[in-house]
């Protein structure tokens, strides 16, 4: 059993839904990054059967993944966006995305960037600092537009998770601390170009328990209550991402445990009548993907073994920035020998760091392909070239067809834009 129910094991061959992974090696090479249709399109049903007739939105954390076809198929089955720079405001764009379903997140927009999201026309504005309110509300005068803005608020709650993805705690830099946000609302109602809409909070990510999204929820019923008692009504309630996945043996909690709890509290503070906007990233797209690699090389030494893998900290960053584990499995699995070598499953990056999984027991063998488990999420949007090395090839598997969803890179083309200096 993997973590990934659309990656399974079939007569003794890891497949993606009726693919065999080893024709996709053979079709396009190694390193690979494999995606399923069918398990997007089933992280969007869990959200969209846990919403019901509930007045929810849910704009996908594009950061997570930010393929065309995959926005593209968020798209089609009913999803705003999430966004955090130009950039990817002009994905959504390219693929023909509403931008009255997007949210513009981010400690450090740019003029040109809020400009960009005032002409496409987004939905809101997650501003995240004074200085900011005062550049977007001199931007969009410029521009004779009205920018709708939501504060983003630092609740100070402790999301459990690792350090360097938690966001909503004091000494974080995100968001505006919840003591000042009154100060700041009344500031945003005293300047041209703006309206407020919301509030927003998003306190971290790879959440397993539902406590940090209530204890953060209480603190911004209160802060809800009290703008309105100074005359300043919200239309809508932005609790961010943040749900996590099985990675090993973790337990998230699901957007139905989620929504359900969420509206219980409002209905109990008789706000249910707000929009919810809800902005997941990584569990839309995490299990959908895996990072197929070839293993190069074994090295047995005296105190560890490695397998040099063709695919390396450039492809996926996420073990060595944040010690991530993400399961390893073997494609085609040689019986599983009980004596099997433990291995640290390392790349060609000249980096100590380079390493995608330590002591795990492998029975393998040089020219086997291994699949990097839970690699949707994260994992491509953070690859690099480091080493002028190629980004590998995107498949999308749907049944037993495969699509190009974005090809291999080519080492010209890795520099095909440099040039060198003039001769004295
Ligand atoms: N909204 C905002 C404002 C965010 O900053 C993020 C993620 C999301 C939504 C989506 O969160 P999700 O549902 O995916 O947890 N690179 C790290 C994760 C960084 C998350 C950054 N913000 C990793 O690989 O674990």
Redesign the pocket.
């Known amino acids: 059993m993997t973590v990934a129910p659309h990656f399974q094991h079939k007569n003794g061959v890891l497949h993606v839904e009726d693919l065999a992974l080893p024709v996709l090696a053979q079709k396009y090479g190694t390193p690979l990054y494999v995606y399923s249709r069918q398990a997007l399109r089933d992280a969007w049903e869990s959200y969209r059967s846990a919403i019901g007739d509930r007045k929810v939105l849910v704009c996908y ?1 594009m ?2 993944n930010s393929n065309l076809a995959v926005l593209n198929e968020f798209k089609t089955l009913g999803a705003g966006f ?1 966004i ?1 720079s130009g950039g990817e405001l002009a994905r959504v764009l390219a693929i023909g995305g509403d931008p009255s379903r997007i949210v513009f ?2 400690v450090g927009k740019q003029a040109w960037e809020m400009k960009a999201a005032l002409e496409a026309g987004v939905k809101c504005f ?1 501003v995240e600092s004074e200085a900011e309110l005062l550049q977007l509300s001199a931007v969009a005068e410029a521009a004779g537009k009205t920018a709708a803005i939501s504060l ?1 608020v630092n609740p100070d709650v402790d999301a459990k998770t ?1 350090p ?2 938690s ?1 909503g705690l004091k000494d974080n830099k995100f968001g505006i601390a919840i003591g000042h946000a009154l100060t700041v609302y009344q500031r945003a109602q005293s300047l041209p170009g703006l309206e407020i809409v919301g509030v927003d909070c ?1 306190i ?4 397993t328990e539902v406590g940090p999204y209530l204890d953060a929820l209480d603190k911004l019923i209160k802060l809800i209550k009290t703008l309105a008692e100074h005359g300043i009504h919200l239309k809508h309630l932005d609790l ?5 996945i099985r990675y090993t043996d973790e337990t998230p909690l699901s957007p139905s445990t989620l929504l359900d709890n969420v509206f219980q509290v409002l209905k109990a503070n008789r706000l249910d009548h707000l929009e919810i906007v809800l ?5 839309l797209v995490g299990n959908a993907g895996v990072l197929l690699t070839k293993v190069e090389y074994l090295k047995h030494g005296e105190t560890k073994n490695f397998a040099i893998v063709d695919a390396a900290m450039n492809d996926l960053i ?1 073990p060595t920035l ?1 010690s ?1 584990w993400h399961g390893v499995e073997p494609v085609t699995p040689r019986g599983g020998d009980a004596q099997a070598p433990h291995y640290d499953v390392v790349g060609p990056v000249c980096e100590s760091g380079d390493w995608l999984a330590r002591d795990r027991q492998l029975d393998i063998q040089q020219g086997d392909l291994l699949a990097v488990m839970s690699a949707g ?2 994992a491509f949007t ?1 690859a690099s070239q480091y080493n002028t090395r190629p980004r590998p090839a995107e498949i999308i598997v749907d049944g037993k067809a495969d699509h190009v969803v974005r090809p291999r890179e080519k080492v010209q083309d890795l520099f095909a834009t440099e040039t060198t200096l003039p001769n004295d």
């Open positions: 954390g950061k997570a999430d955090v997140s981010g997650n983003r690792h360097y993805i966001t998003h971290g990510s790879q959440i961010g991402g943040g749900i996590g902005e997941p990233g990584r569990s996420r944040y991530a999420a994260y953070m």
